[in-house]
């Protein structure tokens, strides 16, 4: 049979879109970067497309609004020995409760 980790990689790495950047992305970005900066913990800068790796969001990206990557850092993802740093939770959730917060408040 055919082995699941071969599969994994070939599926993600072959047919994966790259999220690429649209002006509503940009928006959303631009968004998070303030509130980034409002609570001191510096900019936010998007990463190159092709070397970010696989996000759900992407097969969706051209058609809606939306970013990616606003969880954790760490290493290994999705393998063996995969590490998160737990201690940035804090910091990101409430960063990602301003954004959904200024986000609910913003005409349209």
């Not at 940009?26 to 998070?32: A, D, G, I, K, S």
Request: proline share 5%.
């Amino acid at each position: 049979g055919i082995n699941a980790e071969f599969f994994f990689f070939f599926f993600f790495f072959f047919f994966s879109p790259a999220m690429e950047p649209t002006t509503g992305n940009n928006r959303l970005l631009e968004q998070v970067d303030r509130i980034s900066k409002d609570m001191g913990i510096g900019a936010t800068q998007a990463g190159d497309p092709g070397s970010r790796g696989a996000g759900d969001i992407s097969y969706i990206a051209r058609y809606v609004d939306c970013i990616d990557g606003l969880g954790a850092s760490g290493k290994g993802a999705h393998a063996p020995g995969e590490t998160i740093h737990l201690k940035e939770f804090p910091t990101l959730i409430k960063r990602a409760a301003i954004l959904i917060y200024r986000l609910t408040q913003s005409e349209k």
